[in-house]
């Protein structure tokens, strides 16, 4: 059993991301979102860049199911247009009919696409990942209350307040 394969359950292992990791042949791409995720490879991603990365490798893979050479660039603006809202109705289904056209099922394309959440469960239930806590910031800590609560009440003190004789008279 490979690491995108971790749990008892073969079902289960991974959840929804994990079952099209295993579907389209991903072997690799759980440890590559853990490592993004929690920055050890230098870089940290944050999940909706994860969700859009695992979803562009799932597209990449159906296209090469389907025989479907891609020049760099294709596979993100096809998921672009697949996926974006500013996407005019046009060109999204324009895009759709060009990959079934080439043999992709888009509908079960689409429906494996997963959302942060999802990346979010992957990583923390079924790989035990998570982020490390910043070294400068202890959770729970007071004094960084009291700290924003005296930068408040002296922005506050320093504001010019309206006086009584400076209001003019509400007239009804």
């Known amino acids: ?11 289960d292992r991974g959840g ?8 389209y042949g991903l072997d690799g791409l759980g440890t590559e979102l853990e490592i993004r995720w ?7 991603y944050s999940l909706r860049a994860l969700a859009d990365r695992f979803n562009q490798r799932v597209l990449e893979a159906a296209l090469e199911d ?3 050479r891609s020049l760099e660039g294709d596979v993100e603006n096809r998921y672009r247009l697949l996926t974006d809202d500013d ?3 046009g060109m999204h289904q324009q895009a759709r009919r060009e990959l079934e056209r080439a043999g992709v099922d888009v509908d079960a394309l689409e429906s494996d696409f997963v959302s942060h959440q999802s990346i979010y469960t992957y990583l923390t239930d079924h790989r035990g ?6 070294p400068n910031r ?5 004094s960084n209350v009291r700290s924003t609560r005296s930068t408040r009440s002296q922005a506050g003190h320093a504001r010019s307040r309206p006086t009584r004789s400076s209001v003019s008279p509400r007239r009804g």
């Open 16 to 23: 929804k991301v994990g079952r099209v990791i295993r579907e």
């Open 129 to 134: 990942s998570h982020i490390p806590r910043a």
């Open 87 to 89: 996407v005019s109705a």
């Open 38 to 44: 929690t920055g050890k490879g230098g870089d940290q």
């Open 138 to 142: 202890i959770p729970g800590d007071a």
């Open 66 to 68: 389907a025989g479907v």
């Open 1 to 11: 059993m490979n690491d995108d394969q971790k749990g008892s359950n073969p079902a």
